[in-house]
């Protein structure tokens, strides 16, 4: 018997939310060229640059995490997108590399199902440069090596809501998000930020979530 469920994961920064929350914060603190440095290094994996930036964010006040989330709209029909996608039957989750701080204020504010992200280490509401990251490529052998593996949550999140890998849908915008893109039933290049992830099958290159209603069957 087939599940009840279909499954759809969105990657926050520049997919849930029309901004980078890295970029935010870093330009507050004036730490943009350090993170910018690390983010542009190709002789590192993804995970090791995830935490690089979390030692630089090192002393801020956790606070700061929510205003510079606060701060950044949500993207175009981000609302109207989830109740059409809820009503016919999915579950919804965000699968992030960024942190579960502004993961968690998401899911609760659009009432999403779950959500993957690095933890950040807070020690009397102070950022204290350590991070928890999920990985999960190691699992599976993927080749992304970034914290928050996309494909190995989107797997996780499939087994545990029973949905068949072909009902399910994930929404991205870079290179980081290609793993899972490429391994979900329907994947969705959403404002393609580099070379790599616009090679995708499926492009959306407007910012207006609701296209995503064009690749999903109407029945
Ligand atoms: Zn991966």
């Not at 440069?129 to 993927?142: A, S």
């Not at 207006?208 to 999903?216: A, F, K, Q």
């Amino acid at each position: 018997m087939e599940s009840k469920f279909k499954l759809a994961v969105f990657d926050m920064d520049g997919t849930v939310i029309d901004g980078r929350l890295i970029e935010v914060v870093s330009k507050k603190f004036g730490i943009c060229d350090k993170v910018k440095q690390i983010q542009s290094d190709s002789s590192i994996s993804g995970y090791i640059k995830t935490q690089k930036i979390a030692s630089i964010l090192k002393g801020i006040d956790e606070m700061e995490i929510m205003f510079a989330l606060e701060s950044i709209p949500l993207m175009k029909n981000c609302h109207e997108v989830i109740s059409l996608l809820k009503k016919k039957g999915y579950k919804l989750g965000i699968i992030t590399d960024s942190y579960s701080i502004a993961a968690k204020i998401l899911v609760n504010k659009l009432n999403l199902d779950f959500f993957a992200a690095n933890d950040l280490k807070i020690s009397g509401g102070i950022i204290t440069g350590e991070i928890n990251m999920p990985l999960g490529w190691e699992k599976i052998n993927c080749y992304c090596k970034i914290s928050v593996c996309k494909r190995y949550h989107l797997e996780f999140y499939a087994k545990k809501y029973d949905v068949d890998i072909k009902n399910t849908l994930a929404i991205g915008d870079t290179k980081g998000d290609i793993c899972m893109i490429n391994h979900a039933g329907t994947g969705i290049a959403f404002m393609p930020k580099d070379d790599y992830i616009r090679k995708s099958k499926n492009i959306i290159n407007r910012p207006d979530l609701l296209d995503i209603m064009n690749y999903i069957k109407k029945t």
